[in-house]
T-cell receptor, first 113, second 113 residues
Framework: DTAVSQTPKYLVTQMGNDKSIKCEQN?????MYWYKQDSKKFLKIMFS???????INETVPNRFSPKSPDKAHLNLHINSLELGDSAVYFC????????????FGPGTRLTVT | TQLLEQSPQFLSIQEGENLTVYCNSS?????LQWYRQEPGEGPVLLVT?????EVKKLKRLTFQFGDARKDSSLHITAAQPGDTGLYLC?????????????FGQGTILTVHP
């Protein structure tokens, strides 16, 4: 009965590689998000999609490209990984009428070596 | 930009003690959420407060929204080791934010058995 799931849980890769993180929610929500949490625990929003359309796109390098094949899925693809990309990435979702009540996935810890 | 201060930043207490975490801002908010993030997990929504002066209780946790809707507090009675985690208050500005939550640094609570 997982609500928001992410794969993989851990990802270790070398600089310059391309990787993807997948997210799925079974809550029936229309809106999904990607957040990045740095080593100091600051959570910062990266992207938000509503019904497969991009509505929030923060100042994120264009090496990061979200893709939403349907409203239950929001994937994050990262090209040419850099050391500074190491962080925990969280996917979240919320109902459209309560955007501030977000449900988070377990996170993906990305380590770039 | 809103100025949000959460205090204390770190709190280490013994099981059975009481504690209060504060969240203050110079801005007025339409609502505010409290989240808890346990180690290795994503944030979990605890409560949403909407009305100035509102008090909500969740078992041993008591949440209060200030009369002027600029501040909030979380009080935990008889803390238990299971309360250990990062507590985040997330204010929502008036008007449309499209779900763009602004997380602060939070309060890292450690409850020792």
């Amino acid at each position: 009965d997982t609500a928001v799931s992410q794969t993989p849980k851990y990802l270790v890769t070398q600089m310059g590689n391309d990787k993807s993180i997948k997210c799925e929610q079974n809550l029936g929500h229309d809106t999904m998000y990607w957040y990045k949490q740095d080593s100091k625990k600051f959570l910062k929003i990266m992207f938000s999609y509503n019904n497969k359309e991009l509505i929030i796109n923060e100042t994120v390098p264009n090496r990061f490209s979200p893709k939403s094949p349907d409203k239950a899925h929001l994937n994050l693809h990262i090209n040419s990984l850099e050391l500074g990309d190491s962080a925990v990435y969280f996917c979240a979702s919320s109902p459209s009428d309560r955007l501030d009540e977000q449900y988070f996935g377990p996170g993906t810890r990305l380590t770039v070596t | 930009t809103q100025l949000l201060e959460q205090s204390p930043q770190f709190l280490s207490i013994q099981e059975g003690e009481n504690l209060t975490v504060y969240c203050n801002s110079s801005s007025v908010f339409s609502s505010l959420q409290w989240y808890r993030q346990e180690p290795g997990e994503g944030p979990v929504l605890l409560v949403t407060v909407v009305t100035g002066g509102e008090v909500k209780k969740l078992k041993r946790l008591t949440f209060q929204f200030g009369d002027a809707r600029k501040d909030s507090s979380l009080h935990i009675t008889a803390a238990q080791p299971g309360d250990t985690g990062l507590y985040l208050c997330v204010p929502n500005p008036r008007g449309t934010s499209y779900g763009k939550l602004t997380f602060g640094q939070g309060t890292i609570l450690t409850v020792h058995p």
